[in-house]
């Protein structure tokens, strides 16, 4: 059976004497940082300026690229100092609002010269005094453009992708995981003003822009919480939908305490 390979995407301007002193592990975390904006922005993930915003805690770098705390916290230092990011804090334990510039390669005016001039393209984030989460929560944003025109299949692709479900299928239960990418499919596509999750209804805009955050990792997290739950599930998915919302914020609490 033919596997089908995904590739990350990492700018050839890293590699200029611009970023020559950038270390490579700051470069591999750039990479993946841009390829989490890709996803904001197919689900929309703004904050209150219509700036692309992107979550990606300190506990996701050390499980992704395989370091402590202390290199991850270093790592987002040296691209900020190469202003390649801007980070805002959310408060009350939240991961930080993270702006990611892009990497450009203008060509010299002297079309003799050899090398190339790169540069940074900054984001300009404007001060405000609530989260990007909450300023969308209290104003009640209209529909995102996921929900105005995306078909079933279209929300399925883009699920699978997002998750990585040919990797999550070799590891569990295909039928499993098939059952969670129906679910957030049906979820996105339903025309609903708002999800009921749990005892709470949250409005739509809310909850795609949640869906855009889950990973392969949080999908492995709920399927392992499936697992080890005693007690028979008497809706399924309604409580699947439920620890897929909640798994953003639980899946880094139960890293920290080892559950």
Do not use: W
Not at 58 to 72: P, Q, T
Not at 91 to 116: F, Q, R, T, W
Not at 220 to 236: A, D, G, Q, R, S
């Amino acid at each position: 059976m033919k596997t089908t390979q995904k590739f990350y995407k990492m700018p050839q301007a890293l590699f200029s004497d611009k970023f020559s002193q950038l270390s490579n592990d700051a470069k591999i975390l750039y990479m993946l940082l841009l390829n989490r904006k890709s996803l904001s922005e197919k689900n929309d993930f703004n904050d209150e300026n219509g700036n692309t915003v992107v979550m990606f805690s300190n506990l996701e770098v050390c499980r992704s690229i395989g370091c402590g705390h202390d290199k991850a916290t270093a790592m987002f230092r040296e691209l900020e100092e190469y202003q390649l990011i801007r980070r805002r804090k959310q408060g009350k334990g939240k991961p930080d609002l993270i702006y990611v510039s892009n990497v450009e390669c203008e060509k010299s005016a002297d079309m003799n010269a050899e090398k190339s001039q790169c540069a940074t393209r900054e984001i300009r984030v404007g001060e405000c005094g609530k989260s990007a989460r909450s300023k969308i929560e209290n104003n009640q944003i209209e529909k995102s453009h996921i929900n105005q025109s995306i078909s079933y299949h279209i929300a399925e692709s883009q699920i699978k992708d997002q998750i990585e479900y040919d990797i999550l299928t070799e590891r569990y239960s295909e039928g499993v995981v098939n059952e969670i990418v129906s679910l957030l499919s049906d979820t996105l596509c339903s025309d609903e003003e708002s999800i009921r999750i749990g005892q709470r209804c949250i409005p739509r805009s809310t909850f795609n822009q949640r869906l855009s955050l889950l990973t392969a990792e949080h999908i492995e997290y709920v399927i392992e919480k499936l697992e080890k739950t005693p007690h028979k599930i008497h809706n399924m998915r309604a409580y699947l939908l439920t620890v897929l919302y909640n798994s953003i914020d639980t899946l880094d609490t139960d890293s920290l305490y080892g559950n």
